[in-house]
């Protein structure tokens, strides 16, 4: 099965110089390119958004694992849990995500 490649960048929506301590990228893998109906390179989102719509992705790039072997895959809670972390440990509501990339 393919895997997708997502890199998103947060940063603040309105970026200068003094915000430049709260950017980070963030990298995920989907086990599918369900993904691909999601995300499109250099799409801008607020961050919440994004944290959502990655989960949503990767529940969907799941079901597709699970229709094909069975049995689910254990990156896919992996990548759920680092993005519920985001969610609880980073104050992201004034941040924007930009896809840096996407790619099989």
Not at 57 to 68: E, G
Not at 69 to 89: A, H, N, P, Q, V
Request: charged share 30%; proline share 4%.
């Amino acid at each position: 099965m393919p895997m997708v490649k997502l890199i998103a960048e947060f940063k603040p929506e309105n970026h200068d110089e003094t915000s430049a301590g709260e950017d980070f990228d963030c990298e995920i893998m989907f086990p599918s390119t369900a993904a691909l109906a999601y995300f499109k390179k250099s799409e801008i989102m607020p961050a919440v958004d994004f944290i959502t719509t990655a989960i949503k992705a990767m529940h969907d790039s799941n079901d597709r694992v699970i229709q094909k072997y069975g049995f689910g895959c254990s990156s896919c809670m992996y990548y759920e849990k680092e993005l519920r972390r985001i969610l609880r440990t980073k104050n992201i509501s004034t941040l924007v995500v930009t896809i840096k990339d996407i790619q099989e």
